[in-house]
């Protein structure tokens, strides 16, 4: 009979021990705080700014020589006419060209930053789990309903981004 009793306990303890430890946390409250992504974020904002304002340039520039186009041309001839309106239409495609692969250079580099923010989440999240001894950590967000039911105190979304946030270094 002590022997069935003391497998029982040792069955139990083994299955107690063995229970998986579990946590969710919101990715997108991570990607929105965290100081790695609003960094991105500020140096993407420049980056923007700085080629719009050389797009700015690029029009002002060509209005400016519409304008004397349109002044002096009741005085040209045909011929110079069409030459200088193709090549203002030239000019004019040149900007958009330059605007649109501004646009997609932008956009390419949205997106690896995107990608580089992540993998520092989740390797970050990774480390996290297993110091802490987490089996799974789960992600979540209002976009995603990945998880239906959590309990609050199981959301450690805060610690984590604590913790990031704190470790971050910046690269500037």
């Known amino acids: 009979m002590k022997k069935i009793i003391l497998v029982l306990l ?23 705080e ?3 992504t609003k960094e991105t974020e500020e140096a993407m ?15 002002a520039n060509w209005q ?23 090549s203002l239409m030239q000019e004019q495609q040149s900007i958009g060209q330059l605007q649109q692969m501004y646009q997609a250079q932008l ?13 520092e989440i989740d390797s970050f999240v990774a480390g996290y789990a297993k110091s802490k001894g987490y ?19 199981m959301d ?3 610690d984590i981004l604590a913790q990031m946030n704190k470790s971050y270094k910046s690269k500037k």
């Open 10 to 32: 040792t069955f139990v303890s083994l299955v107690a021990c063995n229970q998986p430890k579990v946590a969710y946390v919101d990715v997108k409250e991570l990607m929105k």
């Open 34 to 36: 965290y100081k790695g």
């Open 45 to 59: 904002k420049a980056k923007s700014d700085g080629l719009k304002h050389k797009l700015d340039s690029l029009v």
């Open 64 to 86: 400016q020589k519409v304008q004397i186009y349109q002044q002096g041309a009741q005085k040209m001839s045909a011929k110079a006419r069409s030459e200088n309106e193709q």
């Open 107 to 119: 956009q390419k580099e949205g997106e690896e930053s995107v990608k580089g923010i992540t993998r």
């Open 135 to 153: 089996t799974y950590i789960l992600g979540t967000s209002e976009d995603t309903q990945t998880v239906l039911y959590a309990q609050e105190n």
């Open 156 to 158: 450690i979304t805060a």
